[in-house]
C-alpha cells in the first residue's frame, strides 16, 4: 500500500488506555499523520509523546505544525514560541533517528538505482518565495507593529492575518480580491 504525503496534516491525538493488570486508566500521547492510500484517506502514528505529555491543548498544533516544518525543510512565515520550537526540535531530531536507522536497513536489502536528468528540461511548478515574506515579517518585527497590534487587544490569528495583509499588500499590492489570492497561493 503506496502512501502519498499530505502537508499540513500532522496532530496531536490523545488516547486513553487501560492497564491490563491493575485496570487503571491512563492516556498517552502520539503525533500522528494523515496520509493518503488506494483505499482511502489513512492515520499514522509517528510518535508516541508518553504519558507525561502535558502541552496545554491549545499549543498541541503550533508543535505539530514546527515539527513538520523541521521535517519537511520549511520555514514558518511567523515564529513559534520558544518552548514550541524546543519540543518540536526534540521531537523531531527522534523521529529523524527512527527513520535514519530504518532507512538503512532497507538499503542493506536494496541496491541503489540511479537515473539520468536532464536538467533543461525541469520546468517549476507553483513556485513560492520566501525572500520578501520574511524581509516584510522582519520588518514588522524590527518596528514593534506586532507588539502594537497585541496592545490594541486583537487576538493571535488576527495579528497573523493583519501582519499577512501587510506582507501582500508591500509585495504584491493589488485589490482585497487579488491580495486574498495572493495569500492563498
Same mark, same amino acid.
Request: charged share 30%; aromatic share 6%; with cysteine.
Given at each position: /500500500?503506496?502512501?502519498?504525503?499530505?502537508?499540513?496534516? /500532522?496532530?496531536?491525538?490523545?488516547?486513553?488506555?487501560?492497564?491490563?493488570?491493575?485496570?487503571?486508566?491512563?492516556? @498517552?500521547?502520539?503525533?500522528?499523520?494523515?496520509?493518503? @492510500?488506494?483505499?482511502?484517506?489513512?492515520?499514522?502514528?509517528?510518535?508516541?509523546?508518553?504519558?507525561?505529555?502535558? &502541552?496545554?491543548?491549545?499549543?498541541?498544533?503550533? &508543535?505539530?505544525?514546527?515539527?513538520?516544518?523541521?521535517?519537511?525543510?520549511?520555514?514558518? &512565515?511567523?515564529?513559534?514560541?520558544?518552548?514550541?520550537? @524546543?519540543?518540536?526540535?526534540?521531537?523531531?531530531?527522534?523521529?529523524?533517528? /527512527?527513520?535514519?536507522?530504518?532507512? @538503512?536497513?532497507?538499503?542493506?536489502?536494496?541496491?541503489?538505482?540511479?537515473?539520468?536528468?536532464?536538467?533543461?528540461?525541469?520546468?517549476?511548478?507553483?513556485?513560492?518565495?520566501?525572500?520578501?515574506?520574511?524581509?516584510?515579517?522582519?520588518?514588522?518585527?524590527?518596528?514593534?507593529?506586532?507588539?502594537? &497590534?497585541?496592545?490594541?487587544?486583537?487576538?493571535?490569528?488576527?495579528?497573523?492575518?493583519?501582519?499577512?495583509?501587510?506582507?501582500?499588500? /508591500?509585495?504584491?499590492?493589488?485589490?482585497?480580491?487579488?491580495?486574498?489570492?495572493?495569500?492563498?497561493?
Amino acid at each position: /500500500m503506496k502512501a502519498l504525503y499530505c502537508p499540513a496534516s /500532522m496532530f496531536i491525538r490523545r488516547l486513553q488506555h487501560t492497564n491490563r493488570k491493575n485496570r487503571k486508566a491512563y492516556a @498517552t500521547s502520539k503525533l500522528a499523520d494523515s496520509i493518503r @492510500t488506494e483505499r482511502g484517506p489513512r492515520q499514522r502514528v509517528v510518535l508516541n509523546l508518553g504519558v507525561d505529555f502535558d &502541552l496545554p491543548k491549545d499549543k498541541r498544533k503550533d &508543535l505539530a505544525n514546527c515539527i513538520e516544518g523541521i521535517l519537511t525543510g520549511q520555514s514558518s &512565515l511567523f515564529a513559534y514560541p520558544k518552548e514550541i520550537r @524546543t519540543l518540536g526540535s526534540r521531537y523531531a531530531r527522534r523521529i529523524i533517528r /527512527m527513520q535514519a536507522s530504518a532507512v @538503512t536497513s532497507e538499503r542493506e536489502a536494496v541496491s541503489a538505482d540511479y537515473a539520468t536528468v536532464d536538467l533543461t528540461s525541469i520546468e517549476d511548478e507553483e513556485v513560492r518565495t520566501v525572500g520578501p515574506e520574511y524581509v516584510v515579517y522582519d520588518t514588522i518585527k524590527e518596528l514593534g507593529l506586532d507588539r502594537k &497590534l497585541k496592545e490594541l487587544e486583537l487576538k493571535r490569528d488576527q495579528v497573523a492575518a493583519s501582519c499577512g495583509l501587510i506582507a501582500a499588500r /508591500m509585495i504584491a499590492p493589488g485589490s482585497e480580491r487579488s491580495t486574498h489570492h495572493w495569500l492563498r497561493t
